[in-house]
């Protein structure tokens, strides 16, 4: 900073030893020039707070909402500010320099000469030292750097202009591809495709058979594609549950054939002890009645002493109790039967069942209201997407003609400046009048067109708060604006979302990606976890009645021990019921003989029942003979009763040798098979209950893959959007783009003014010139120049350094004294130097008249009349300039 300061004083005071104004004045429009141009030439590098827009201080409402912003308070301050920063939008600079510009006109007698003043009446400027002949070549210069300036602010205009229409499409294209990265957050691929194809959204989801079939159209990595990997987990998931339910009718099914076979086991153990208690009476009738035969001392010998063996009264007994504890069996079978029965069929079935399946539509309605949300704005993101499209072709069609528009309005003033500049040097008072009547008359409204640039160069840069550093965190004005104007909610599902107080993680939200570009999850880079909607997805009290239900039932189906005790009972019965058939065979060899000797008796008695004269009957029990009615009586009750003995002794027999052992092994056969049909449905209960621990794992499981959704939310492409968008295309380029202008406009403004001041100034040059030229083409007109004391340049005696005389006269003319012609004007600027002859001051009087080495005019004076004048000023050398001015 020192050396620039030290430069600047260097740079003035070289500047103010300058003599000559006409080089004073073109270095200090170069200088204005520099000045006014630099912003444009730092454009192609960096814009930071150097802009026109930076300048001054104002006080943009950023914590005020847009919808309640009035004509008060800070809103009207702020209003205020940038009406005065931006000089009345430009209406009021352009109103005072209007007003300037006419008084200008009017002293310069653009009206008419009546109308000049004080030092502008013209006599007066044709004795200023800068409407010389000589000077006025520096006046042409100064007009053209001007009118080049003028060129120059155009040109700036136009290649800033046709940026800015660049800028608008790249952000219509970057505002469209973070439209697509929206579209393919949500749902990429078929559906977004078709829908820009031009389908219909309801056709699509009619031929996809619903919106959630629609979503497995859905690609691999965005928020639908999860969203259908949530439908088929439901659909799986409950599906899973209710085959369980169901599966548990095969419960039923066994503890009914389990009721039936430990009845059939029942039946047999009764069965049992009606088989010995008949083994028992058959063995003792035998018993008896050949004891009572023994006993009469008759048939000793066909009836020996035989030692029948029978069921021992503690074997019955057995027996007996082995039948009691089936039935105890049966009734702890049937309170089991009955307690899984109405588990099965109430709590698991009938209540689960139901809260399963109603749950289950609960959950799929959430989820698919979601879906349908989803899909819905992915149609009215494809419906912006060709919005923006038919606007960026709006645009780039519109680009021919509306790139140079505001070149072109600005170009009038120019084209305007360069009219008086070619007015100027063809030498045409009117032509030059014409141009600054039109510059005059347009000006107000250039400088209108510089305040609406200015206005939204300030607005851009306050509405941002950059203020040189364009990044998401730099411009803090855009993230105050966002946070205030987005108070409102959205709707997620059933749940309100206020995004207030969310808006500004959004904008800031980063890009977290690994090396194959998968998102990497992190809570400060995803929507469900910004947006603190995570609950919205949280299906916990959804499953929890179905849970608690299942819980309750699988403690229910605990029966193991109540099992184990039937299947003990059973066991003792089984052992109480059993009889050792071998322990019954205890018949000795008499008793084969007792059998046959009652075979041989009974057919003995069948022959003699119609013979009573036979002698055999001495040998019967009761013998007479004849043998009489009471005898014969007697004898066929005694045989019939040995008869009966006999068919009881071979009863017994046969249920020795097979009824009681087949009876047994039907008994051992039908309480095997309870007692397996018991363990069985132990093993089933226990396998229900696994199965709804399984159930509720799958539905805590299916809540946890819900809740991961914010795995699948990235909002990377919304950071993106705001960096690109807000930041880089409207906070960065848009400013740059009118802050860029606006030197462009300000340059050519300046010129026009400029050029309006110094050619109407130059309107009177014209006039000298015509004057000019008119005297060098009319011989009297130089005459009278002469006798007025002027030479042809029009210098007064006063300008002259020495007396008008002839060379080498000795005494001054009567009527006109003429003298060479001076020399040019850079001999007449130089300083004498010292050791010159040449004397500045003129001779004193009676001196010798100077030497001025015309030799050819003779040291003789000349007299004459004024023909004789006319003769001597016809023989000097003509010094005419042909310069047009």
Known sequence: MGSSKTMDRIFLRYLSSISAPGVRALLLVLLLTACLLAPVDAQDTSIDDSGPASLGSRDFPADIPFEDWKFEGRVATYVQELIVQSGGAGLGLGLIFSIAMLFHMFCWGMCCNCCRCCCFKQDEIRECACSEKQNRKYLLILACLITLSSIGGVVSIFFNTSTTFESIETSLTDVQLSVQDAENFICAGFVPTQLRAGSELSDLRTS????????????????????????????????????????????????????????NATDEYQRNLNLYNNLTTATLT???????????????????????????????????????????????????????????????????????????????????????????????????????????????????????????????????????????????????????????????????????????????????????????????????????????????????????????????????????????????????????????????????????????????????????????????????SYVEVSDLRNFNENGSIVLGNLTTLNVTLTELRDNESDPRWENLYYTTVPISSEARTNNTEALTSLQSSYFAVLASETLLDSTIPAQQRQTNMSTERAIGNLREIDELLLSTRNDSRRIIDELESLVRFILEINRFTPCAFVGSFYSSVIITTYCETTYKAFDSISPGAITCLASMLLAFFLLTGMRDCVDFHNEELEEENDPELRIKDVKDGKDELGHSPAAREAPMVIAGASTQLNEVELVPKPPPVAEMEQEPYPDDDFEKDPPPPGAPPPDYGHEEMGPQAVYGSRDAVQDIVEAEPEYRDDDPM
């Open 208 to 263: 996809a058979g619903g919106n959630v079939q629609l979503m497995a159209r859905c690609d691999n990595g965005s928020v639908g594609a999860f969203m259908w990997q949530i439908d088929v987990r439901i659909n799986n998931t409950f599906d899973f549950g209710l085959s369980i339910i169901d599966g548990t009718d095969q419960v039923l099914v066994l503890l009914n054939t389990t009721r039936d076979d430990l009845r």
């Open 286 to 576: 035998a018993e008896d009645q050949t004891n009572t035969l023994r006993s009469k001392g008759k048939y000793q010998d066909q009836v020996p002493n035989v030692d029948y063996d029978q069921i021992s009264t503690e074997e019955l007994s057995e027996a007996t109790s082995a039948l009691t504890v089936a039935n105890r069996a049966i009734v702890e079978y049937d309170q089991i039967r009955s307690d899984v029965s109405r588990t099965i069929k109430v709590d698991l079935q009938q209540n689960v069942g139901d809260e399963l399946r109603r749950q289950r539509v609960n959950i799929i309605t959430e989820i698919s209201r979601i879906e349908v949300q989803l899909i819905d704005t992915v149609e009215d993101l494809v419906d912006a997407e060709t919005t923006l499209e038919d606007n960026k072709e709006e645009v780039s069609q519109r680009e021919s003609w509306a790139e140079p528009i505001v070149a072109l309005i600005f170009a009038i003033g120019m084209i305007c400046v360069i009219i008086m500049l070619v007015g100027y040097l063809i030498k045409r008072k009117w032509v030059i009048t014409m141009g600054g009547y039109i510059i005059f008359s347009i000006f107000i409204w250039l400088c209108l067109a510089l305040g609406l640039v200015l206005v939204f160069s300030m607005i851009t840069y306050d509405s941002c708060g950059c203020e040189g550093d364009f990044t998401a965190d730099g411009c803090k004005t855009t993230k105050t604006l966002f946070e205030t104007n987005t108070d409102y909610s959205i709707n997620i599902g059933e749940t309100r979302v206020n995004l207030s107080s969310t808006i500004t993680s959004l904008l800031l939200c980063p890009s977290r990606t690994n090396s194959t570009t998968n998102y990497v999850y992190s809570p400060d880079s995803n929507f469900i976890d910004i947006l603190g909607v995570r609950q919205v997805f949280n299906m916990t009290s959804r499953v929890q009645s179905p849970i608690n239900r299942l819980r309750s039932a699988s403690d229910e189906l605990v029966k193991t021990s109540e099992i184990d005790l039937a299947i003990q009972l059973l066991d003792q019965a089984r052992g109480l």
